[in-house]
């Protein structure tokens, strides 16, 4: 069964169509990176998976309809949306008090470990942690469930590079396993492209790439061509094309690579290279949703 | 799960979701405690200055007994009110101040659902409230008591007389069958708070007066008179009214165990209907939170 199962998935905010059919299967263990520009429906894609929006079309999360069930379903499901929403007047030593109350699964233990290891003293209200400290707290008490599926969404906005590395290295070295799913929306593709075994690109409701990352290493190639090669390299085809340096980078789907190093240099994109290709011109977007 | 087990954590979850209520809004027990120690010290500045003479002849007139015992009732009284007030704000900022701070979307990261959330929060007012104001009001009634108590010895008058006038467990007692009472029949109105807090951006309390002020406007200046306002007012005044004078007019005020009548009390149409509505308002209110994010 799949964690989650999403068929023809809309959202229409008044005018705005947040999510426009959009079709998603993730397998359990996956690690899977939803990316898209601001306003692609990336919020609305992992609100609706957490039951916080209702919306159209099919939606299955571990087998439970998220809207309906929501209360049922975060037995099994964690996430942190957004940041710093941890209740500003609580006490650290409140927050694990009272999830260990209110969760079965919730290990107090495992939690008090995770906290040891940082500076973060249990009788300081949240109000007065840094915002760093304030996502540690929060990712200690996540990483203390066994959850079958953790949503992330921009885990990480605004929060320095040091404690953004931590927060990747803590969900790696701690978390992952085979029978957890990690579903995760950012804007820093480039930080957690060693991290994935899925993307998602999300664009303007929809989905406009979804593959393993296995599939994106075998699929997309990218050529550097000098202008008298830049003719034979259109006729087969660039999903992509942009000038640098006096050079034409082309991005190719599904071609043959022994073909292509005839016309250039070859090397394979990063994530953030397929991102800029397959959705940096795309024309003007809506205001973000 | 099995079906115990279930149950069993269910009723945890609530326990918790209480008590993480009274975490965050303090003033829940605060305020009721803080009003009863002022009366204690008011009753204890009262009680030091009174005058051997004065004592006396409250003493000797039958007539003047209500004398001894206005402070218990006053301190009782406004433990009471305080106790209502606190319930009023709370109930205006429980699902509101959740999406003011965004720590909505950390409680509803949790395996609480929203029927949970809203019942337990409307149990704050109806059910704790009533439990956190009856303790307050006997060890209150209690102190103020045992120190005039030991006024009087040191005047060398004798206490047992103060026992016999102020009669302390029928105080207790008339409490004790007219807290429920009052929950209950406020339920329309804490539901009624809770349901604009929900619904409402910011400033539940306009909203929530906002209809009550409109229709009383229309009325006084359609009609000339204003039936609305006489149902509010009977409604309001009715918590006190109802169980402590007699048929609920408040004209012949209780005075003895034997003017309680719990059944005709509980049994007012009046009483259900309004508990009836506070279901229906709550029913709203959770559909509401089920769809709410931060602001």
Redo the contacts between chains.
Sequence with gaps: MAVVEARNLRKTYRKTQALDGVDLSIGEGRIVGLLGPNGAGKSTALQAILGLVSHEGELRVLGRDPWRERGELMHEVCFIADVAVLPRWMRVSQTLDYMAGVHPRFDRARAEGFLARTTIRSDSRIRELSKGMVTQLHLALVMAVDARLLVLDEPTLGLDLLYRKQFFDALLSDYVDHSRTILLSTHDVHEIQHVLTDVIFLDRGRVALSASMEDIEARFVEVLTTDDRLAAARVLKPVAERRMFGRTSLLFDGEDRGRLAALGEVRSPSLADLFIALLGETGPREAAA | MSGARFSK?VF??F???V??EL??HRALWIAPLAVAAFATIVHLGTSLTASDAGRAAVLADPARARELVIHYHAMTGATVIAGLLVGVLYSLDALQG?RR??????W?????????TVLSKAAVPLVVGPLIVFPIVVVASLAMMGLQSLIWTLDGADPRELWVRVNLPFLWTALLYGLPFMALWNAPLYAWMLLMSAWSRRMAFLWAAAPFAAVLMVEHLALHHTPSHWMLERRIAGGVLQPYSADGQGVVWIERLSDLDPLRLYSLPGLWAGVLLAAGLLWAAIRIR??R??N
């Design positions: 954590q945890r979850t326990l918790w979701q008590r993480r975490w965050e959740e701070d965004r720590s909505i979307l950390f509803k990261s949790l395996p609480v659902s929203d029927r949970m089920r769809a994010t931060p």
